[in-house]
C-alpha cells in the first residue's frame, strides 16, 4: 500500500487505536529515549526549524514504530522490512505534521513533503508553498526547489522559484537551484535571468563567484540542448 493511501487510511481510524510514533510504556530499557525525546522537543518548541533535533528525533520515532510488533498495530501485515519502513515513514509524518502546527516551522513541511513527493503531487507543492513562504532567509526554499529537483519536476521547481524569490534578500543558493531546474526543463535562456537577476543582490562579491559557475553550467547545457 502506498505512503499516502496507507496514513489517510491510519488517520480514520479511532485515535485510541493507532500507537505509530506514539510513545510506549516507560520501561528502564527505554528511559533514555523518552528523556532524549523532551529534549529535542523542547529544543523544537525554542526553535522549530532546528534541522539536528529533528533528525534525531525523527531517528526516535521511527526506530519506535519499525519496532512496534503487528500486535500494537492492527493494520500491520507481517513485519517486513517493507512494513517496518512504511510504519516508520508514517511515524515520522505524523510528526512533522504535528511540528508544523508551529506558524514558524518551515523545516518540518519540507521533510512532509519529501515523504508525499511521489504520492501526493498537489499536497507537496502545497507544504513546500507554506515552507518557502514561512521562511524570509531563502533557505526553505532552497530545500524545496532540490526537492522537486530531486523528485525529477525542474518544472514545478521553476514555477515555485519564480514566485517567491526575492534576490536582494534571500540566499543567493535559490539561485543555483532555479538555474539548474532551468537547465534540467532545457530552458537555458531562462537560467541566463536567473544569473542575471543575482546582480541585484546586495554583495556583488560574495556572489561573484557563484555567478561564473552558473554561467559555465548554462555554457555547457547549451551545448548540449538541441536548438540552442
Avoid at 107 to 130: F, K, N, P, Q
Avoid at 167 to 174: A, G, I, L, Q
Avoid at 194 to 218: M, S, T, W
Wanted: aromatic share 2%; glycine share 6%; hydrophobic share 40%.
Amino acid at each position: 500500500m502506498a505512503l499516502l493511501p496507507r496514513l489517510r487510511q491510519l488517520m480514520r481510524r479511532p485515535s485510541s487505536a493507532s500507537r505509530v510514533g506514539a510513545r510506549r510504556p516507560t520501561k528502564a530499557a527505554r528511559r533514555g529515549d523518552t528523556l532524549h525525546e523532551d529534549a529535542l522537543r523542547s529544543m523544537l518548541s525554542d526553535d522549530p526549524n532546528n534541522e539536528r533535533a529533528f533528525v534525531a528525533l525523527a531517528e526516535i520515532v521511527r526506530r519506535r514504530a519499525a519496532e512496534a510488533s503487528p500486535d500494537h498495530d492492527p493494520l500491520s501485515a507481517e513485519t517486513t522490512d517493507t512494513e517496518r519502513q512504511r510504519a516508520a515513514d508514517l511515524a515520522v509524518w505524523a510528526l512533522g505534521e504535528e511540528l508544523a502546527g508551529n506558524p514558524r516551522a518551515w523545516y518540518a513541511l519540507i521533510e512532509v513533503a519529501r515523504l508525499s513527493v511521489h504520492d501526493d503531487h498537489e499536497g507537496t507543492l502545497r507544504r513546500l508553498t507554506t515552507a518557502a513562504e514561512r521562511d524570509p532567509s531563502g533557505r526553505a526554499l532552497v530545500e524545496a526547489l532540490a526537492l522537486l529537483r530531486e523528485a525529477g519536476l525542474p518544472v514545478d521547481a521553476l514555477g515555485l522559484g519564480v514566485g517567491h524569490w526575492r534576490p536582494r534578500e534571500h540566499d543567493p543558493e535559490v539561485a543555483r537551484q532555479l538555474v539548474l531546474a532551468s537547465i534540467e526543463a532545457g530552458r537555458p535562456l531562462e537560467a541566463k535571468q536567473h544569473i542575471a537577476a543575482l546582480d541585484l543582490y546586495p554583495n556583488p562579491r560574495a556572489v561573484a563567484d557563484l555567478k561564473a559557475e552558473l554561467a559555465r553550467d548554462v555554457a555547457h547545457a547549451e551545448q548540449t540542448i538541441p536548438g540552442t
